[in-house]
T-cell receptor
Framework: TQLLEQSPQFLSIQEGENLTVYCNSSSVFSSLQWYRQEPGEGPVLLVTVVTGGEVKKLKRLTFQFGDARKDSSLHITAAQPGDTGLYLCAGAFTSGTYKYIFGTGTRLKVLA | KAGVTQTPRYLIKTRGQQVTLSCSPISGHRSVSWYQQTPGQGLQFLFEYFSETQRNKGNFPGRFSGRQFSNSRSEMNVSTLELGDSALYLC???????????FGPGTRLTVT
């Protein structure tokens, strides 16, 4: 059974601080996606990483895929209140069939 | 390009009743996946339909069923509702396979 563990589960920081969220598994992903979800809404896709060691940047957000494609991280520089939300990673697996497994989520609150 | 739409957005039902939720994918997307999201279990995969055929199924009881129409719109049905079925039900559309998923806003189901 594939599991995706995210850490930390909760994070409350001041505006301007930096933070990193981690997504780990014992299984190899075909690809990995990061989403942000706001209360009462569906997750919004932020990025997809496919290649081991890949780094993608989206303004103040930096996403990294581990060399072995078993882990990923999301780093936010100079966090702003608008970054508040639930961050989810989703790993795509192709063992027999294909499926997405979602991480447990990291709830981020950025205080002004 | 219009996003994924889900109807209704909110629903209150009584134990033992049944419910049907609807999802219209992004134009051109033939794959629709359904997820259940609860605070305790996170996002869990229910099933995926592609071109009117169920291609993947998660570990949910047979009370949860779905179908997809020729225009790719999908419905999800839950029969004999239980209190534990209270959740946010999300659908996601994609081009198929492990292509990127785009989520709708969800249907918030409350079972009393």
């Amino acid at each position: 059974t594939q599991l995706l563990e995210q850490s930390p589960q909760f994070l409350s920081i001041q505006e301007g601080e930096n933070l990193t969220v981690y997504c780990n598994s014992s299984s190899v992903f075909s690809s990995l996606q990061w989403y942000r979800q706001e209360p009462g809404e569906g997750p919004v896709l932020l990025v997809t990483v496919v290649t081991g060691g890949e780094v993608k940047k989206l303004k103040r957000l930096t996403f990294q895929f581990g060399d072995a494609r078993k882990d990923s991280s999301l780093h936010i520089t100079a966090a702003q209140p608008g970054d508040t939300g639930l961050y989810l990673c989703a790993g795509a697996f192709t063992s027999g069939t294909y499926k997405y497994i979602f991480g447990t989520g990291t709830r981020l609150k950025v205080l002004a | 390009k219009a996003g994924v739409t889900q109807t209704p957005r909110y629903l209150i039902k009584t134990r033992g009743q049944q419910v049907t939720l609807s999802c219209s994918p992004i134009s051109g997307h033939r794959s629709v996946s359904w997820y259940q999201q609860t605070p305790g279990q996170g996002l869990q995969f229910l099933f995926e339909y592609f071109s009117e055929t169920q291609r993947n199924k998660g570990n949910f009881p047979g009370r949860f069923s779905g179908r997809q129409f020729s225009n790719s719109r999908s419905e999800m049905n839950v029969s004999t509702l239980e209190l534990g079925d209270s959740a946010l039900y999300l659908c996601a559309s994609s081009l198929g396979g492990l292509r990127e998923q785009y989520f709708g806003p969800g249907t918030r189901l409350t079972v009393t």
